[in-house]
C-alpha cells in the first residue's frame, strides 16, 4: 500500500500512540487528519508536522460521542475545505495515471467526497 498522498485519519492523534502514529503517517508524505478533543495539542502536532514537510488537518472529535461522529463535518461548505478536498482529488488522480486507470471527473469527486463528509 502506498502512503505517500494518502489521507490517514489518527483518532487519540493528541498524544501517546495516536501522536507517534500521526508522525511517521506525517513523515510518510500522508495527508493526515488528526482526530481528538484536545485541539490546542492538535494544532501543535499539525504545525510540527507541517515543518517536517507534512500535511495535516485537525478535527476535534470525541470518538465515544456518536453525534460527533455523525455530524456533519465542520466546515464542509468552506471553499478551503473544498480546495483541500479538489488537492486530494488531484493527487489521487496522478496515482491512477501512473497505473494506467482512468482518471476522475475531479469537481464530480470532490463533491462527492463533501456529500460523504457531511453525511
Same mark, same amino acid.
Given at each position: 500500500?502506498?502512503?505517500?498522498?494518502?489521507?490517514?485519519?489518527?483518532?487519540?492523534?493528541?498524544?501517546?500512540?495516536?501522536?507517534? %502514529?500521526?508522525?511517521?503517517?506525517?513523515?510518510?508524505?500522508?495527508?493526515?487528519?488528526?482526530?481528538?478533543?484536545?485541539?490546542?495539542?492538535?494544532?501543535?502536532?499539525?504545525?510540527?508536522?507541517?515543518?517536517?514537510?507534512?500535511?495535516?488537518? %485537525?478535527?476535534?472529535?470525541?470518538? %465515544?460521542?456518536?453525534?460527533?461522529? %455523525?455530524?456533519?463535518?465542520?466546515?464542509?461548505?468552506?471553499?478551503?475545505?473544498?480546495?483541500?478536498?479538489?488537492?486530494?482529488?488531484?493527487?489521487?488522480?496522478?496515482?491512477?495515471?501512473?497505473?494506467?486507470?482512468?482518471?476522475?471527473?475531479?469537481?464530480?469527486?470532490?463533491?462527492?467526497?463533501?456529500?460523504?463528509?457531511?453525511?
Amino acid at each position: 500500500m502506498e502512503i505517500r498522498g494518502s489521507v490517514v485519519v489518527v483518532t487519540g492523534a493528541s498524544s501517546g500512540f495516536g501522536e507517534l %502514529t500521526a508522525l511517521r503517517f506525517g513523515r510518510a508524505g500522508a495527508r493526515v487528519v488528526l482526530a481528538a478533543r484536545r485541539l490546542e495539542r492538535l494544532e501543535a502536532l499539525a504545525e510540527r508536522i507541517a515543518s517536517e514537510g507534512g500535511s495535516a488537518l %485537525t478535527v476535534r472529535c470525541d470518538v %465515544t460521542e456518536l453525534a460527533q461522529l %455523525t455530524a456533519p463535518a465542520p466546515g464542509s461548505g468552506d471553499p478551503a475545505l473544498r480546495e483541500e478536498v479538489r488537492q486530494l482529488v488531484i493527487a489521487r488522480n496522478e496515482r491512477r495515471a501512473g497505473r494506467g486507470q482512468p482518471p476522475l471527473d475531479v469537481e464530480a469527486e470532490v463533491d462527492r467526497q463533501l456529500r460523504d463528509l457531511a453525511g
